[in-house]
């Protein structure tokens, strides 16, 4: 049975709970990891880069000198890619990175990347968290006595955000927070440990344990 530890906001311990095996404890697929973190990152992109090709680049409509008797080498065009200023052979264009993955490997990929984290001790519960204002030192002193920031990267999972936590951990690097039912396979391989909140946890487990 895979545990995690629980965690007040203080940071002091408030014992164990047991992680749902459908989620936690699972075969893990390294392989539906690997395809699931790369289709993210492909994405990501924004396919937006483009270059000019010698058609393209203004000027040139002119043969720079005469084909024979110069001495030079031959040139029809001062836009040509040999010479400076000139288009680009074979350049990038947009395009769409986007990789298709299916439903059921991003679950798998999930589930197997929990699994591995959880078998690491990297997971850890939060019993339950509030911020009355925006705070960042709070936010980073609650992390730190878990000892989970700052050397390691930390994702924070809540069941429901509100503007006070998101603003007290925006400005700590190396810190996410994210939605129990939005978590990535790409956000766990990220983060070196992951705290979820005793609600974001059963949300969790209403949303993947299928």
């Keep these: 049975m895979a545990k995690a530890n629980v965690y007040e906001q203080n940071g002091s311990k408030a014992g164990s709970v047991d992680l749902p095996k459908n989620i936690f404890e699972v075969e893990v697929n390294e392989f539906v990891v690997h395809e699931v973190v790369i289709a993210y990152l492909a994405n990501q992109r924004q396919g937006t880069v483009n270059t000019k090709e010698r058609s393209d680049v203004r000027g040139g409509g002119k043969k720079p000198w005469r084909q024979k ?12 890619p040999l010479w400076r200023g000139g288009g680009t052979t074979f350049g990038p264009h947009p395009r769409d990175h986007r990789l298709k993955v299916n439903k059921k490997t991003k679950r798998l990929a999930l589930k197997s990347s929990l699994t591995a984290r959880a078998a690491d001790g990297d997971i850890m519960v939060l019993k339950a968290m509030s911020f009355e204002a925006p705070k960042t030192s709070a936010f980073a002193a609650m992390l730190r006595s878990m000892e989970a920031y700052p050397r390691k990267k930390a994702l924070v999972v809540v069941d429901k955000t509100d503007d006070a ?36 946890l059963k949300r969790m487990e209403e949303v993947y344990a299928s």
């Design 165 to 200: 936590t998101l603003k007290s951990a925006r400005n700590l690097a190396g810190v996410r927070v994210t939605l129990a039912s939005n978590v990535t396979t790409y956000d766990v391989v990220w983060a070196d440990k992951i705290v979820l909140t005793s609600a974001a």
């Design 69 to 80: 008797g110069t001495g030079r080498a031959r040139a029809g065009t001062i836009r040509s």
